[in-house]
Each structure stands twice: as C-alpha cells, then as structure tokens.
C-alpha cells in the first residue's frame, strides 16, 4: 500500500529582497521541511530568520527566489487559498460581532452568509466563544480574541493551517490554557498545523516535530521528532525526557543568536 504524500513538502526555497541600498538582502537559504498529514509541527528560531516570510510564500502572499511548495505531492499553479493562514496578529474587524468576524472567510469564499453563521454557532462552545457571537472584539480578551481568530481559521475549512505565534502577546497563564485548548481541538478534527514560535517549551509541548532555524538568511539547522505521548497534559514539563527535547533545540538556537548578534555589531 503506497503512503500517503505529504500534505507539505517545502523544497530548497529561498528568498531575496532587495535591499535600501541598491543591493539585496537573503531572508531564506534552502529551506527543506515537510509536514504529513494530520501532524502538528513547529518551527523555532531567532528573530529575523524568516519564519513569518516562509508562511508568507506557502501561504501564496509572497513568491519564493527559489525552490518549491509542494501540497498532498504536487506543485500547485497558484497557492493563495490553498491553506489556512492565522497571522500573528488577529485582524479582528472592530466594526464586526465576534460572530460576522469568524464567519468573514466563510463568506469570502461564497458561502452564504445564514449557512455561515449556522457552521460557525455549532462551534462557538468548542472555541469557548458561546455567549459571545454579538460582542464586539474590544470586548474581548486577548484570549478570547485569540479563539475568534482561531475559530475564523478553521471554518475556513483547509486541512493545512499556518499558525504565526498565536499565543505570543498573552500572559503565561492564558497562553497555558490555551495551548492546552488547543491540542485539545486539534486532536478532534487532526487537522494538519504548523506552527511557529519563540518558545521551545511551547514547541515541545505542542508538536509532532520541531524543526530549528538559523538565524538571517534561515535555513533549517536541525529537526527534532518529538517522541512524548499523548494526550499530553502539563505534568509532562517537568519529566526528564521533556526537559532533554528543550535543551536539545535550545543549543542550535543559542548558537544561531550569538552568531546574529555578531553579524550586526560587526
């Protein structure tokens, strides 16, 4: 029986801007990763090592210098639509309930707006929005606007999703919940997620797989299979085999700081 393709392959992609000067500056250098389906991956790394441009460029926002995107093994003609996408800031419309913000994608693609509404009402509860569809998002907390945000991405019904350091702005005790929260609505629907973030705990606890970038032009430096059971509760972070999963992603990503830091004072 012949497996299953990737749901993501990304191969040798790299990015160039141009630079203030006249000369060009490399964002990415040769990236490879790949996410199967239904597993939950992170990307770590450095600030300014292209973590948000790579989701820009499999997100169809942006194309690559070089190299490709593959999606379930095959090279799409045009990727913008083709994925789920949450942006690390939630883009909340002021102007829009909790309920006509999570239902916006939905109703972009065509879905008419009653039949929107009526798929995003099942959901409210497993999102933690019930009760809250007529609010307005300055109403919300960060938290909760978090939920909307999410909530609007997995209505939009793709089986890969991007999610750009969801949790990054809210407090650790909010953050906990809902990366507890999350798996918890991930390991419902198995959706397929990438995931970036800062914090290798985070990245550890979450994922399937961990991949580490350098820093500035980024490329992957090392991947790390996360092997811990699951369900996973919080009890995990203190066991000897979670600590060592942290510490192995953490001495690549010190090495890549330092080697960033230099690059500017020099």
Not at 108 to 126: D, K, N, T
Not at 227 to 254: C, M, Y
Request: hydrophobic content about 45%; aromatic content about 6%; overall charge neutral.
């Amino acid at each position: 029986m012949t497996a299953a393709p990737d749901k993501l392959r990304v191969e040798g992609l790299s990015k160039r801007f141009p630079g203030a000067d006249g000369g060009a500056v490399d964002a990415l250098a040769g990236v490879d990763l790949r996410v199967a389906p239904g597993e939950f991956v992170s990307i770590v790394g450095p600030s300014g090592c292209g973590k948000s441009t790579l989701f820009n460029i499999v997100a169809g926002l942006t194309p690559p210098t070089g190299g490709r995107v593959l999606l379930d093994g095959e090279q799409p003609s045009a990727l913008l639509g083709r994925v789920g996408y949450m942006p690390q800031k939630d883009l909340l419309m002021p102007w829009r309930s909790v309920l006509d913000n999570v239902t916006l994608g939905l109703e972009m693609s065509g879905v008419g707006r009653r039949e929107a509404r009526a798929r995003a009402r099942a959901e409210l509860g497993r999102f933690g929005l019930e009760g809250f569809e007529r609010r307005w998002p300055d109403d919300l907390s960060g938290g909760m606007r978090q939920r909307a945000a999410l909530l609007r991405t997995f209505l939009a019904g793709r089986e890969l999703m991007l999610l750009d350091e969801p949790f990054g702005a809210l407090d650790a005790l909010t953050r906990q919940a809902l990366q507890e929260w999350l798996l918890d609505v991930w390991q419902g629907d198995r959706k397929t997620i990438l995931f970036v973030t800062h914090d290798v705990e985070e990245a550890v606890y979450l994922s399937d797989r961990v991949y580490v970038m350098s820093g500035r032009p980024g490329t992957v430096e090392l991947c790390v299979e996360i092997d811990l059971p699951r369900p996973r509760t919080f009890e995990l972070l203190g066991s000897p085999a979670f600590v060592a999963h942290v510490q192995r992603l953490l001495t690549p990503l010190h090495a890549a700081a330092r080697a960033q830091l230099e690059q500017v004072v020099s």
